[in-house]
């Protein structure tokens, strides 16, 4: 049985910040077992200030992120880049710098895997949601996010011309098309789709409407979401309460 008793004491000695270091010191029997289990599963907000960049570092040497956690992460970073404090600046700029790093590494593996296997579709989806990701994370600085969005497209588009899109595919483009603000062209390719039993599609067709300000479509099909109870994400139920209290 775990013994966390040690924790009582951890003022008193060496206490590892991450599970790495954790690790390292019950090598060399500095700490217990227990410090690991204890640093890997403990969880604080990385929101609340101020801010603490041992924990934004430890979960930031994960690999393979929501793409939502990159973009938490890069709106602190931001934040902290500003701070008067030099060294907490500098780890800041270096923070975004490895976010950054992270998704031109994902790029270039795919390239060099599409290289190898040119009609490989998997690949130029996984390119497409890769570049549309990336511009997500770039959305502090519009002329990068624009860029990320066209070379998404432009991977959707090679997609299309090698097999056609299928409902992931569809999904992702309607997404791409939205953040270019290109309303229209999103809901013609949502009507393309053979989505009826998928509740993302319905979403995304609610959300184009909002953007085209059809009120009342979007009042439908906040309706029609209501069939798919067990299947709606948390997003999709907040939504579902504001426009209709369900």
């Known amino acids: 049985m775990l013994d966390f008793n040690y924790l009582k004491r951890m003022t008193e000695g060496f206490m590892p910040k991450t599970p790495h270091t954790a690790l390292k010191a019950i090598e060399e029997r500095k700490v217990p077992i227990e410090a ?19 924990e934004i570092e430890k979960i930031l040497g ?16 931001n934040d902290l880049v500003k701070s008067p404090d030099q060294e907490i600046a500098l780890a800041a700029a270096e923070g975004i710098n490895e976010i950054e790093n992270i998704f031109n590494s994902r790029i270039e593996k795919l390239k060099e895997k599409l290289e190898e296997e040119p009609n490989e579709a998997s690949y130029v989806l996984e390119l497409a949601r890769t570049y549309y990701e990336f511009s997500r994370v770039n959305r502090d600085k519009a002329a990068i996010e624009t ?10 588009k090679e997609l299309a011309r090698m097999k056609g899109l299928d409902v992931e595919a569809g999904k992702l483009l309607v997404r791409i098309l ?23 599609v319905v979403f995304l067709k609610a959300q184009v409407e909002f953007q085209r300000r059809n009120l009342s479509e979007v009042f439908q099909y906040c309706v029609e979401l209501t069939q798919f109870e067990g ?6 139920k907040r939504v579902l309460a504001f426009w209709i209290g369900f």
Request: glycine letters at 4%; charged letters at 30%.
């Open 147 to 156: 860029f990320y969005l066209r070379e998404a497209f432009s991977y959707i």
């Open 62 to 77: 994960r690999r393979n992120l929501p793409v939502e956690t990159y973009i938490l992460l890069k709106r602190i970073f």
């Open 178 to 200: 939205v953040a270019l603000k290109l309303y229209d062209q999103a809901f013609r390719v949502l009507g393309n789709l053979k989505g009826e039993d998928d509740p993302e």
């Open 36 to 54: 690991f289990v204890y640093i890997g599963t403990s969880v604080k907000p990385i929101l609340e200030k101020p801010y603490d960049m041992d």
């Open 231 to 236: 299947k709606l994400d948390d997003r999709m």
